[in-house]
Each structure stands twice: as C-alpha cells, then as structure tokens.
C-alpha cells in the first residue's frame, strides 16, 4: 500500500504543488504545523470554536466504529454537526491521498493507526496537517505531541482461560517458533495489516537485545542466525510454523474462545476484542506471563486533510479526541488515551491499563525506517510462510 500511494502522489504531481491544495494550508501543511485556521499565536479554545460554528459540518474517520458514538457527543456538546465514519486503515490511506489528488475534500478528520505513513508521506508532502492543542500541551506527553497522537491502541497476546485457568500455556515469544504450537496460532494477517510489519522493525531496531535474551532463555542457549536481526530470525520461524492468518482480529477472537486443551489457539488480537467476548460470551484472556512483552501499544495519530473546507472544525475535533472527555467511547474498548487527566473506565474488559509496563512501546524517532523498511518485513514474511 506505501508504495503505491508514494507512486500516486508522484503521477498525480504531489510534493511541493500539494502546497496549494488549499489556500489556508500554506507551506505548514509540510511539517505537520498548525497552517490551518486560527493561528495558535491567536489561540483560544474559545476562539476556535467561535470560528468552527462558521463552518460547514466535517465528516471524521477512524477504524472504528466507536467514531460514530464519538462524532454524536461532539456535535451535541458543540452544536457542530460532525459525522463518524468507520473505515479500515488501508482505506483511510487511499480516501485521503484520492481526495487530495481531486482536490476534492470530504473527510476532514482521520484517527490514523499506521503513524509511518503518515509522518513519511502525508505530512512531507502537504496533503494532511497534525495540529496539536496548544492547552492541552501540559496534559500530553511531549512525545505525543509532534504529530499530534491521540491514543495507543493495545494489542495483545491471548488465549482460553477455561482451558487453561489464570496461566497461559506460552510465555515466551520464541515458544510461538516452536513446532509444538504449528498451526495453532491464529493472528491477524500481517499483509493486510502494517502495524504488525511496523511492530517487526520497531522491535528490530529498538529492542532487538531483548528478543535475543528470550531466544536463549527459552532454548537455553544462544542465538545463531544469518539474517541481520533476532527479530528476522523469529518472523521468519514464526511466519514458517503454520501461522493462520485472518482477515481482521474479530476473527481471531471466537477461534481462540472456542479452542479447546485437544486443539488449543494463542492468538493476537486488540484490547476492544475483549468487548467483543464479553458480549458474545466467549473466554478470552491476556497471555500475561509473555515476554519480551505481552504485546504492542500502536499509536493513533490525528491527522486533518490539508484543503479541508472546515479547518477550524476540523481543529476542534482534534481537540475534542485529544481531551480527557473525548476519547472516552474508545477507552472503553482498551485504546489509551495520551491525555494524562483521562481515566480509564471501570468497564473497559481486558484490564491492559494496569499492563502497560509489559507492552512494547513505540520509539517515534525510528519511525521513518519503520516505512523505509516495509517491504523488507513484507517480503520477509511472504517468502517464509510459504
């Protein structure tokens, strides 16, 4: 997907022309600075919602469909008429490169999950704009706030806890290699998901050391490979050991919940998952004991479409998803919000909140070579789980 949107922008004659995608974008749009509506020199929450109530409703996307719930509060907290749409993330990359290129706009606001591509395509080449509250900068992380992240989306490992009770029967990432667990992991598929690749050569450039030590802590002595990484060594073993692949994590779920001590499944779903089983009763459970880590955090990052016709609007929903308030329909699901005022709800169901410690987290300064070493990942992938 990375390439080819690289490639559209380059047909449809993107870069430094994007520039005048709209006349408020102005050459901020580049570097992700505010170059949209109000300028934060004259900023004011009130203010900004003075100017958005002047404007024309905005649609706002994210993938999932919780932005419907979130986009209804907004609207009657602001008498702003926003409206929420679901879309996948690979979606969300192709709506907003085809509407910059038709200079036609009607997604104003997108919570994006894949942040390489956003910080090595979107804002380098002035087709999207992350704006980042000025009063909500003491509330936010400042490693959360260029670009603009909005929250962390937990995905963990998982399995039957009417099978196995409160213990998990794999605590090791290098165990998932093994052929004892051959064909009885079931995960999302890689390919149609970049974070997973992202997640890859975030570990890989990051913590690499780490999956080495729990390479020789599982099979009791060190590691030999030829790949340049442990991290290549284990997606290659990985992909190979008969992984099935889905096509989203609500699929992951119900297979592991139905699996069985004849059958068992470890699976790698997010943290709103867990909603889905309590609701449609089925076991699921946090493979707690995992290390190097029991899963990722993945960043959101709030992005506004550079020739928005509702700038302002499009700020205050920033805003809005980035209070302690506003992203509370997703906390419900695990995501994390980046304001540290916001608290998680007590019926959020998978309890990540209390495991952050034992969950990778991104490094953003490698998050270029995140997306420059994609279709590494990629290829390594393919190649192995033939």
């Not at 290129?101 to 956003?118: E, G, I, K, T, Y």
């Not at 449609?280 to 707690?288: E, G, M, R, W, Y």
């Amino acid at each position: 997907m990375a390439p080819v949107l690289a490639a559209t922008l380059m047909i449809a004659g993107y870069g430094q022309s994007a520039h005048a995608a709209s006349d408020t974008a102005g050459s901020a749009a580049s570097s992700g600075s505010t170059g949209l509506g109000i300028p934060d020199s004259d900023y004011s929450l009130d203010k900004l919602i003075e100017a958005a109530k002047q404007e024309a409703p905005i649609t706002v996307v994210d993938a999932t469909g919780k932005i419907k719930v979130m986009a209804k509060k907004f609207s009657e907290k602001y008498g702003i008429k926003a409206t929420g749409e679901k879309m996948s993330a690979s979606n969300q990359e192709e709506v907003l490169v085809r509407e910059a290129q038709a200079r036609n706009v009607r997604h104003d606001v997108f919570n994006m999950s894949n942040l390489p591509d956003v910080t090595a395509q979107f804002l380098p080449q002035g087709i999207a704009v992350s704006w980042m509250p000025p009063d909500l900068k003491t509330e936010t992380r400042p490693a959360y706030q260029r670009p603009a992240i909005t929250s962390l989306n937990a995905w963990v490992w998982v399995y039957n806890p009417d099978v196995y009770g409160d213990t998990c029967p794999v605590d090791n990432m290098w165990a998932l290699t093994d052929k004892k667990w051959k064909g009885k992991i079931s995960i999302p598929d890689p390919l149609l998901r970049n974070e997973t690749m992202f997640w890859f050569n975030q570990i890989a450039d990051n913590k690499d050391d780490e999956m080495k030590d729990a390479y020789q802590a599982y099979f009791g002595k060190p590691l030999e490979t030829k790949e340049e990484t442990a991290t290549a060594e284990w997606v290659k073993r990985f992909a190979a050991n008969n992984v099935k692949v889905q096509k989203s994590d609500t699929d992951v779920g119900p297979i592991v919940g139905a699996s069985t001590s004849e059958h068992p499944v470890i699976g790698f779903v997010s943290a709103a998952i867990f909603t889905h089983a309590k609701n449609d009763h089925f076991p699921l459970a946090v493979c707690k004991q995992m290390s190097p880590w029991i899963g990722q955090l993945t960043p959101r990052v709030a992005v506004i479409a550079a020739a928005t016709k509702s700038p302002n609007a499009a700020k205050l929903f920033v805003h809005y998803m980035m209070s302690a308030e506003g992203m509370v329909p997703q906390m419900e699901d695990g995501k994390i919000s980046t304001n540290r005022n916001a608290k998680m709800p007590d019926s959020e169901a998978s309890g990540v909140a209390k495991l952050m410690d034992h969950m990778f987290v991104n490094n953003s300064d490698t998050t270029p070579d995140d997306f420059k070493k994609l279709q590494y990942w990629r290829d390594l992938w393919t190649v192995s789980s033939r």
